[in-house]
């Protein structure tokens, strides 16, 4: 049977998403785009209610509205455990069984719905964001700030504007304790119609992280990547200031000791980092012995896992030495044990340009935007950037 012509592989992109349980294809064809947009009628903030007050919805909750630990519900990026806070039980998500610091990552639970009203149910012990997918898409184009650090419960009210058969999926950050949802008497929820995806995991320092004053845990670049790659059960091990050899402040891990929180069943794992071990390698060969550590321990975990090396870099074309050390002594390592090792410091003018950052530019590239005024991490604009762009790598030299 002849084929037929698809030059622009959107057939292909289909089919793999379906046999990935990546889209459910009654969604609609929006779902196929790399770069969803904001849905034609974004919502507005969610109503607020009172602290442990009952639903705002007109005429009450359907009291079989599901709970956090309700079957109908995916859990994506992390298995949830009971937390208690005051009466009310929670579902946190806790995606590192070895940390004693406050998770950031990144998680989502997923529900079909055939309603208008939805209440988001959680407290924010440490603060946190949520956003809203609908079909595929945002619901706002940044994500909603839930209230500020209380143990409080509260319920957002969101109006969807009409009723109708809707995929929802609520990401939410580490901080969120999510209690469940609520919807009117006459609304339903169900089951999402395709499997859950094998995990994809990354292991990074705070380039993949919640960095305060810089950007929330949804604008760090592995979301991104993630997106860009149809990838949804991502879970993130990132913690900032920690690395290959550095374990950062109190109660965080380095990068090695942190494999054993990357899910059996992970299908990729991207390890990225880090500037944070400048200064470290000493004796000379101790961050190769540490390589070379963290990457076996990574095949002895998921032995069926690809595997992607990001090396150190700086978001600016030049690179300092001590930077250009780092990825010296970890790149042959690196190329012994990954399916791919990704250099964006050593492929001048192929990553970022110019040496500015913001508040005080050079004009003489994308640096003046991608580089945060802080000389180090990226900003919003420079994760996006880069997230999609080790997307294009990965998507280009691995056969996913």
Same mark, same amino acid.
């Given at each position: 049977?002849a084929q037929l012509a698809d030059p622009a592989g959107t057939a292909r992109r289909l089919l793999l998403r379906q046999q990935r349980g990546l889209d459910d294809p009654a969604l609609g064809a929006a779902r196929l785009t790399p770069y969803?947009?904001?849905?034609?009628?974004?919502?507005?903030?969610?109503?607020?209610?009172?602290?442990?007050?009952?639903?705002?919805?007109?005429?009450?909750?359907?009291?079989?509205?599901?709970?956090?630990?309700?079957?109908?519900?995916?859990?994506?990026?992390?298995?949830?455990?009971?937390?208690?806070?005051?009466?009310?039980?929670?579902?946190?998500?806790?995606?590192?069984?070895?940390?004693?610091?406050?998770?950031?990552?990144?998680?989502?639970?997923?529900?079909?719905?055939?309603?208008?009203?939805?209440?988001?149910?959680?407290?924010?012990?440490?603060?946190?964001?949520?956003?809203?997918?609908?079909d595929g898409q945002p619901a706002t184009e940044t994500a909603w700030a839930g209230p500020s650090s209380t143990t409080a419960q509260y319920r957002e009210l969101i109006d969807l504007g009409s009723r109708a058969v809707r995929h929802l999926?609520?990401?939410?950050?580490?901080?969120?304790?999510?209690?469940?949802?609520?919807?009117?008497?006459?609304?339903?929820?169900?089951?999402?119609?395709?499997?859950?995806?094998?995990?994809?995991?990354?292991?990074?320092?705070?380039?993949?992280?919640?960095?305060?004053?810089?950007?929330?845990?949804?604008?760090?670049?592995?979301?991104?990547?993630?997106?860009?790659?149809?990838?949804?059960?991502?879970?993130?091990?990132a913690q900032g200031g920690t690395g290959y050899l550095n374990s950062g402040s109190t109660g965080k891990r380095t990068f090695v000791n942190r494999v054993s929180d990357i899910p059996s069943d992970t299908s990729l794992v991207v390890v990225?980092?880090?500037?944070?071990?400048?200064?470290?390698?000493?004796?000379?060969?101790?961050?190769?012995?540490?390589?070379?550590?963290?990457?076996?321990?990574?095949?002895?975990?998921?032995?069926?896992?690809?595997?992607? $090396?990001?090396?150190?870099?700086? !978001? *600016?074309?030049?690179?300092? &030495?001590?930077? %250009? =050390?780092?990825?010296?002594?970890?790149?042959?390592?690196?190329?012994?044990?990954?399916?791919?090792?990704?250099?964006?410091?050593?492929?001048?003018?192929?990553?970022?340009?110019?040496?500015?950052?913001?508040?005080?530019?050079?004009?003489?590239?994308?640096?003046?935007?991608?580089?945060?005024?802080?000389?180090?991490?990226?900003? $919003?604009?420079?994760?996006?950037? !880069? *997230?999609?762009?080790?997307? &294009?790598?990965? %998507? =280009?030299?691995?056969?996913?």
């Open positions: 049977m969803p947009a904001v849905i034609a009628s974004p919502l507005g903030t969610p109503t607020r209610g009172v602290a442990d007050a009952g639903s705002a919805i007109s005429g009450g909750e359907n009291a079989n509205s599901p709970r956090w630990d309700d079957r109908r519900f995916q859990y994506l990026g992390a298995a949830p455990v009971s937390v208690t806070l005051g009466t009310p039980t929670y579902g946190r998500c806790e995606t590192w069984v070895g940390q004693t610091v406050v998770n950031q990552a990144m998680w989502s639970v997923e529900i079909m719905a055939d309603c208008r009203y939805v209440e988001f149910i959680h407290t924010n012990p440490n603060s946190g964001f949520f956003k809203l997918w609908i999926l609520f990401e939410m950050s580490g901080q969120t304790y999510f209690r469940g949802l609520a919807h009117e008497m006459t609304g339903a929820m169900w089951e999402v119609p395709h499997p859950k995806p094998p995990p994809v995991a990354f292991l990074t320092d705070s380039f993949g992280d919640y960095v305060s004053g810089v950007y929330d845990p949804m604008d760090a670049w592995p979301v991104y990547c993630a997106r860009v790659l149809g990838w949804r059960n991502v879970y993130r091990l990225q980092g880090s500037t944070n071990d400048v200064g470290l390698d000493s004796p000379a060969g101790t961050l190769a012995t540490a390589s070379t550590a963290l990457y076996s321990a990574i095949r002895t975990r998921v032995p069926a896992a690809k595997l992607v $090396v990001v090396l150190p870099f700086e !978001f *600016g074309q030049n690179q300092q &030495a001590s930077v %250009a =050390a780092l990825r010296t002594a970890i790149q042959p390592v690196a190329e012994t044990y990954a399916d791919l090792v990704i250099d964006p410091g050593g492929e001048s003018g192929q990553w970022t340009t110019g040496n500015g950052r913001v508040g005080a530019t050079d004009g003489a590239g994308s640096a003046d935007l991608y580089r945060h005024s802080d000389n180090l991490h990226p900003t $919003v604009a420079g994760a996006r950037y !880069f *997230g999609r762009k080790v997307a &294009a790598r990965i %998507a =280009a030299e691995l056969p996913l």
